[in-house]
């Protein structure tokens, strides 16, 4: 029987391009997203359901889960894919923001797991992939609340990926490094207050550092990873896709607080 993929923020970038990929090598794929207009390119493909979900409506999980089923007769891999990026100094952020951060980097991954659980556990088997971040293991300047999601993802995978391997389920985080998509443009949110002098110094820095980052590497070799940990039948937890991903958080390891902080400092110009 073909395997199915459920992927969450599937109408650009890495969703997009995962939802291509699995495609291509014979899946099903219901591919959601909140405007399933988005998804007209990727519904002209054979075996692609593209349906409606936002990860902030409750109601819509169930729905898009129940779409899927219905159309294909089950899931066998979720993709927590759906993110969002708000960044700047704590002080110039709403709560509104700060809240939007959580619930749909965290609370919707939760919401969408958990809807998803009962189906592999009557089929005692499964595949949960969370796309995480370097941000998820590394803070970063004024990105307390980014990094924080991830970190949260980076924890709730670990802690899922014990009690659900005892029922046959896999728990999978894949890492991506900088990618040449349009998270930064469409997904990643600054915040700022002109009227917090303090801080207008560094949001200058910060910004001239930012800008000067390299493109960032091809989303097809994210997809090409998650298709790894979708697929390979191992009990690894951690995939990277990028080699800058995965020489940051091994840097982070082995220098210390102290030398590593610095670094960073240094290099934002902080």
């Given at each position: ?5 459920l ?14 990929y699995f ?7 219901i ?63 709403t ?91 469409r ?84």
């Amino acid at each position: 029987m073909d395997k199915t993929i459920l992927i969450t923020g599937a109408s650009s970038g890495i969703g997009k391009v995962t939802a291509q990929y699995f495609q291509d090598q014979g899946w099903n794929v219901i591919a959601t997203m909140r405007t399933p207009s988005d998804g007209r390119e990727l519904e002209a493909l054979q075996n692609v359901a593209v349906v409606e979900l936002d990860v902030l409506k409750v109601d819509s999980i169930g729905f898009a889960i129940n779409r899927g089923i219905e159309r294909f007769g089950g899931i066998d891999v979720l993709l927590n894919n759906a993110g969002y990026g708000a960044s700047g100094p704590l002080e110039a952020t709403t709560i509104e923001k700060i809240r939007r951060q959580f619930d749909t980097n965290v609370i919707g991954l939760l919401e969408v797991t958990k809807a998803v659980l009962p189906h592999f556990r009557a089929a005692k088997d499964g595949v949960v992939i969370n796309v995480s971040s370097p941000a998820g293991r590394v803070g970063f300047p004024f990105s307390s609340l980014y990094c924080g999601s991830k970190f949260a993802v980076e924890g709730i995978s670990e802690a899922l990926w014990f009690e659900l391997a005892a029922i046959g389920i896999s728990v999978k985080i894949v890492t991506p490094g900088r990618m040449a998509t349009d998270f930064s443009d469409r997904s990643f949110d600054f915040n700022n207050d002109v009227e917090l002098n303090e801080y207008q110094g560094l949001v200058e820095k910060f910004s001239e550092v930012r800008n000067k980052f390299p493109a960032g590497g091809s989303p097809q070799l994210v997809a090409e990873v998650i298709y790894q940990a979708a697929t390979d039948g191992s009990s690894q937890l951690r995939y990277f896709a990028g080699e800058d991903a995965e020489k940051l958080i091994s840097m982070r390891s082995s220098l210390g607080d102290a030398v590593f902080l610095q670094g960073i400092r240094a290099q934002f110009g902080f």
